[in-house]
T-cell receptor, first 110, second 114 residues
């Protein structure tokens, strides 16, 4: 079957660093995505990993280990506006569908 | 370049009715996929259209159907609505059948079935 696990909720302090983990078991793998979603809004693209290693993009970094079925999203210098849900998604299948985890709700406090 | 536009933004329907949701793809994108997102859950893949043909389907019954038009815009039709169909429906456009990192999501249609 297809399974993507990520923590349901996390809290952090403004200015701190937070790491959101994602583990996956899928039939096929063609890339892993992280999206940010504010309540009632569209998911917005944060990062994409297809090879093992770390991808850095400003305050956001994402890591992938394909052999372990594991990824994390690292958010640095947290801001209040980073309070949102963070979705981990694996692209799989011959037609490249995205399979999403349930999302991690991050609350950033002053 | 324009983004992905979905209409309507909100909709209330009665159980048993039919609904059509619309999505315009981003300029240069030829692939549209549809997702259902229940409250507090991640999006679930419904189906994908590439060059006007359905080329992938998730675990949804046949009463969920779709179309893609020559300009790559798309419709999602749901017949015989059930209460559990209440959700945020998202469409995402991409190029080359979904390769690369270029998925762009619309803001969604919030469907409430009463």
């Amino acid at each position: 079957g297809q399974n993507i696990d990520q923590p349901t909720e996390m809290t952090a302090t403004e200015g701190a660093i937070v790491q959101i983990n994602c583990t996956y078991q899928t039939s096929g793998f063609n890339g892993l995505f992280w999206y940010q979603q504010h309540a009632g809004e569209a998911p917005t693209f944060l990062s994409y990993n297809v090879l093992d290693g770390l991808e850095e993009k400003g305050r956001f970094s994402s890591f992938l280990s394909r052999s372990k079925g594991y990824s994390y999203l690292l958010l640095k210098e947290l801001q209040m506006k980073d309070s949102a849900s963070y979705l981990c998604a694996v692209r799989t299948g011959g037609y490249n569908k995205l399979i999403f985890g349930a999302g991690t709700r991050l609350a950033v406090h002053p | 370049e324009t983004g992905v536009t979905q209409s309507p933004t909100h909709l209330i329907k009665t159980r048993g009715q039919q609904v059509t949701l619309r999505c315009s793809s981003q300029s240069g994108h030829n692939t549209v996929s549809w997702y259902q997102q229940a409250l507090g859950q991640g999006p679930q893949f419904i189906f994908q259209y590439y060059r006007e043909e359905e080329n992938g389907r998730g675990n949804f019954p046949p009463r969920f159907s779709g179309l893609q038009f020559p300009n790559y815009s798309s419709e999602l039709n749901v017949n015989a609505l059930e209460l559990d169909d209440s959700a945020l429906y998202l469409c995402a456009s991409s190029s080359t059948g979904g390769q690369g990192a270029g998925y762009t999501f619309g803001s969604g249609t919030r469907l409430t079935v009463v």
